[in-house]
């Protein structure tokens, strides 16, 4: 069961060019492309869609440096393309994932938090 993820904040600054503002709008797209495709995270599904769900998720969480969850959906998205896993199976890594969704979304939220401190937003920057 996930505990508290933590997103790689330098990693999400470095790929925004150090725009804080910018940064809070990639959390924005992540948190509706969870919304769109954890839905599809369903172990009575066929595999090819939660793995499909799965790896698109996979690549949401690395553009914000979400590594855990990352790595908790390539796990699924293989697990869903080799060999599928019967419903109780598919069940407990699609549990993992979810477990782990939770937790980035917390971990989105303290960034969030983190961004929106003095001098870190464009706006709140002083004149030069």
């Known amino acids: 069961m996930a505990e508290q993820a933590d997103l790689d904040l330098d990693h ?7 725009d804080a503002d910018l940064a809070e ?10 919304e769109i495709w954890a839905r599809l995270l369903d172990p009575r599904a066929p595999a090819d869609q939660w793995a499909d769900a799965a790896h698109t998720l996979k690549g949401a969480a690395l553009s914000i440096g979400a590594h855990e969850l990352a790595e908790r959906c390539r796990v699924a998205e293989e697990a869903g393309r080799d060999l599928p896993p019967s419903a109780a199976g598919a069940a407990l890594i ?3 994932v ?3 969704i ?4 917390e971990a989105c939220s303290r960034a969030s938090h983190q ?3 003095p001098g870190r937003r464009a706006s709140n920057a002083p004149n030069s």
């Open 12 to 18: 999400l600054l470095s790929m925004t060019g150090g």
């Open 25 to 34: 709008e990639v959390i924005g797209i992540f948190r509706h492309q969870v």
């Open 94 to 96: 699609l549990n993992e």
């Open 98 to 100: 979810k477990d782990e």
């Open 102 to 105: 939770s937790a980035t979304l």
């Open 115 to 117: 961004l929106s401190r």
